[in-house]
């Protein structure tokens, strides 16, 4: 049975000094420019220091990434030998949340002296293998990479002390499952699990109950909108969706960083070159891209190169990107919980952002969904150049659809958005170095 931990979202805030990280640790973060911890942080770090198992609910974005990594090095530092062991396995499911995390550990590890190395696909593996043949206290892996390399002798899960298993709900939804369940039949029995979802159905409960031992329950991962998002949705007919697009693009130069969500990977693909032959610096990302690609094209959007980022929802998962000025859905997401998530990515750490969302005849039933879960109507833009053909509905035969009432608020005029003013607010980040001996990374 799942315990649920003491701590709750409603906790008086505390400092990183009353988790009991230990002086080295308390200085990375300190040096990272992080003052308090969120509360999965407050939740999640006291009791892994304890050595309990985890079953975490927390979405990207919610200094996650810390809750696990700062106590995997408090433990490797306090236990570790003369030379690096494998002892601490990270398993999460894309190739840019891989990097991410290894780029946390060398944060949080900048005055310790540990190494750790992440391995993924879509890469020559021979470095990674130069790496692992040195020696490492900890890695971070995808399932399909870490599966090869045991295979060929090169990675020994036997000495493992603490599994985590990062965005399980994503591992099972890219079919990664029989991976995972191959995974830990070579981990230890006696070990930590630590066991994070962005959501928590019947399936993930499952898995949990098969890796776990007396969990402690922390939830931080609530299903509501970001209250600092202003939402706007156009009704629009499917092949004027491009023209509205860039229209927008071109309308207000203050849609500076726009992350645009696609539904398929060719549909990214098509809204990316439609934007550069407009004149509009874009790039896509999703799974037919190779890691070179994904890589150019995230340095590019952050430094301000591109505008718009299309990425496809599996590709966008676990990303970090600040001061993201604008999420445009250009398809509607069938799950409504994943609105949720992407519009969220415009409201990071205290930001202020724009959400855009475009619906086709053939989305208004996903947007029924999306409004029952958030129980009110996104404001509508009544006047632009590409109204549909088809007369859209009125708000009030949604709800009697869906079963709620419009709520009132929320500026649904027809004079589409004006960007917010970001506010500045704090988040767990990433830079390099720091290892055992010469202070270098090998990640």
Not at 29 to 34: A, D, K, L, N, Q
Not at 39 to 61: E, N, S, V
């Amino acid at each position: 049975m799942l315990a649920r931990s003491r701590y709750s979202w409603d906790l008086p805030p505390v400092s990183f000094e009353q988790l009991g990280l230990v002086p080295s640790l308390l200085r990375a973060v300190r040096e990272s420019g992080y003052d308090q911890p969120t509360p999965i942080q407050t939740q999640a770090i006291p009791p892994a220091l304890a050595r309990r198992d985890i079953l975490g609910c927390a979405q990207t974005g919610t200094g996650k990434t810390a809750a696990f990594a700062l106590p995997i090095l408090q433990h490797l530092d306090r236990t570790a030998g003369d030379e690096p062991v494998l002892r601490a396995l990270i398993v999460t499911p894309t190739r840019e949340l891989a990097a991410q995390i290894g780029e946390s550990l060398s944060t949080y590890g900048e005055h310790l002296e540990l190494w750790h190395s992440v391995v993924f696909g879509g890469v020559n593996d021979k470095p990674q293998i130069r790496e692992l043949r040195k020696g490492v206290d900890a890695l971070v892996a995808t399932p399909g990479r870490l599966l090869d390399l045991m295979n060929r002798g090169e990675i020994n899960l036997g000495k493992i002390e603490i599994f985590v298993l990062d965005e399980a709900d994503q591992m099972l939804d890219m079919g990664f499952l029989p991976d995972i369940r191959r995974i830990v039949a070579k981990l230890p029995r006696e070990r930590q699990t630590l066991f994070f979802s962005a959501t928590m159905p019947a399936s993930i409960r499952e898995l949990a109950g098969t890796l776990l031992r007396d969990p402690l329950e922390v939830a931080v991962a609530r299903v509501s909108e970001p209250a600092d998002v202003e939402q706007h949705l156009y009704f629009v007919d499917k092949n004027d969706k491009r023209r509205l697009l860039v229209d927008l693009m071109n309308r207000d130069r203050q849609v500076s960083r726009s992350l645009v969500f696609s539904r398929t990977k060719h549909g990214a693909n098509r809204i990316v070159k439609y934007l550069i032959d407009a004149g509009v610096g874009a790039a896509a990302i999703h799974g037919n891209k190779s890691q070179g690609a994904r890589t150019r094209a995230l340095d590019s959007f952050r430094n301000g190169e591109l505008r718009v980022l299309v990425a496809t929802d599996i590709a966008a998962r676990g990303l970090d990107i600040d001061e993201v000025s604008h999420v445009i859905n250009f398809d509607l997401p069938n799950v409504p919980e994943t609105y949720v998530h992407r519009i969220g990515r415009t409201a990071r750490a205290g930001a202020t952002g724009i959400a855009l969302s475009f619906c086709d005849l053939e989305e208004r039933a996903f947007l029924v969904d999306i409004e029952r879960l958030l129980r009110k109507h996104i404001p509508r833009v009544e006047q632009h150049d590409y109204l549909p053909t088809q007369a859209p509905p009125q708000a009030t035969d949604l709800a009697s659809k869906s079963g709620h009432r419009p709520s009132g608020g929320g500026g649904g005029g027809g004079k589409g958005p004006s960007r917010s003013q970001p506010r500045r607010g704090k988040r767990s980040g990433q830079r390099a170095p720091g290892r055992r001996g010469n202070n270098s990374s090998r990640s």
